[in-house]
């Protein structure tokens, strides 16, 4: 029997952290010491009473059963509380709010309830590659907005084709920006929803790094710009904010005809989120401090300082990020897959190319804020004496 795969498998490589994590094993068979600054996961556990809210639910008998497609009650009434705390945002828990087994599942199953095939969808080059993956799954057609330097990475709307915009159905924005850095003001966010409102776009804002900021910078939200909630959804999640990514506690929230269009998908493809993992999600939002948070965000401000310092001696030119995990670095000889693939090579220190996140993105790294200060310093150390040595 040959096993033929869907054709629209055609149009999805491989997942590039994927292929990297292959070549990391290979080199480690060999005896290598790699360092890892390639994903983004954190490598600080979460606040311990969120561990030990797990153990307490877990022990219950009743909990191991189905806990609903849409999360407890509970949960989403958290997730509201949070939002309007934080950013003084309301929210109705039972129509605004959807928990999600992360969030990456929501942002590719969005599309899946969103998009038809040959709707257009604006993606943000560079970008995460969920947003387009997860456009090409559905059957529509991605159209990169580059996000250049020279703009501050974000968008500039005019300059998209008028034909193109008359075809959008949706369009993806993630601000504070994976990979980039870059923050976006509410007034950045207002232009963006009225854009999209003026040409009956629907409108999805990742904001997983809210939370994740330095020098008291605090981020808005999408939906507190006027008339967002009237065709736009945010994505959120716990995985960088209580660093809890392995735990896949996300959430969708905003506009409710939208959130029930992702729940019919969902409740035919998932059976939702461990009661015990709901529970412990709960006490991350409601129990965690902002302490907590701002002493762990001057854990990553060192590391995130750590590199910067050597970005010269390393053949990289970049600026300090003000918020999020990331530090996106210019390649000096524009070759960013060859940078990448030397430094794991020779260096053993594992980064991500830029031109994973799109076309845009080629000729810059990413570098991760992902291993302690002693493993960073490292890290540098071994990159400038491969770099001084080409």
């Known amino acids: 029997m040959t096993v033929a795969p869907a054709e629209r498998l055609n149009n999805i490589p491989p997942y590039a952290f994927a292929t990297i994590a292959r070549r990391v094993r290979e080199l480690r068979a060999q005896g290598h010491d790699v360092i890892r600054i390639d994903m983004g996961s954190p490598d600080m556990p979460p606040a311990p009473e969120v561990v030990q809210a797990l153990h307490t639910s877990a022990l219950d008998d009743s909990h191991h059963g189905y806990a ?43 599309q899946l309830a969103l998009v038809d095939p040959g709707d257009v969808v604006l993606v943000s080059d560079p970008g995460y590659p969920a ?3 997860g456009t090409v799954l ?33 369009m993806w924005i993630n601000y504070p920006n994976n990979p980039t850095g870059a923050v976006a003001s509410l007034g950045d966010l207002q232009r963006i929803v009225d854009f999209c409102r003026e040409h009956d776009i629907m409108l999805a804002h990742d904001n997983p ?10 981020p808005p939200s999408l939906l507190e710009a006027e008339g967002a909630r009237d065709i736009a959804v945010e994505f959120n999640s716990l995985s960088k904010t209580y660093n809890m990514a392995g735990w896949r506690v ?44 701002a002493e762990r965000n001057v854990a990553y401000q060192a590391r995130r300082d750590i590199i910067v310092e050597a970005l010269p001696s390393i053949g990289l030119s970049g600026s300090a990020p003000r918020a999020g995990l990331y530090v996106w670095a210019r390649v000096e000889d524009g070759d960013d897959v060859a940078y990448a693939g030397e430094a794991l090579q020779h260096a053993h220190v594992s980064m991500a190319p830029g031109s994973v996140y799109g076309a845009a993105g080629a000729g810059f790294v990413r570098m991760s804020l992902i291993v302690p200060e002693d493993r960073m310093r490292e890290a540098m150390s071994r990159l400038e004496a491969w770099y001084a040595s080409r």
């Open 68 to 110: 609903g497609f849409a999360g407890i009650p509970e949960l989403r009434q958290a997730f509201a509380d949070y939002y309007a705390r934080r950013f003084e945002v309301g929210l109705n828990a039972e129509t605004e709010v959807l928990p999600l087994i992360g969030s990456k599942e929501g942002i590719v199953n969005l």
């Open 250 to 293: 996300g959430v969708c929230v905003g506009n409710a005809d939208i959130i029930a269009a992702l729940l019919r998908v969902k409740s035919n493809i998932d059976s939702g989120l461990f009661r015990a993992i709901q529970d412990a999600a709960i006490t991350a939002l409601n129990t965690v401090s902002e302490d907590w948070i």
């Open 131 to 133: 947003y387009d993956k």
């Open 209 to 218: 790094y809210a939370d994740l900021t330095f020098d008291g910078l605090k």
């Open 138 to 170: 559905a059957g529509g057609e991605p159209y990169a907005v580059p996000l250049l330097a020279e703009n501050g990475f974000l968008p500039v709307l005019e300059d998209v084709p008028a034909e193109i915009v008359d075809r959008a159905k949706l």
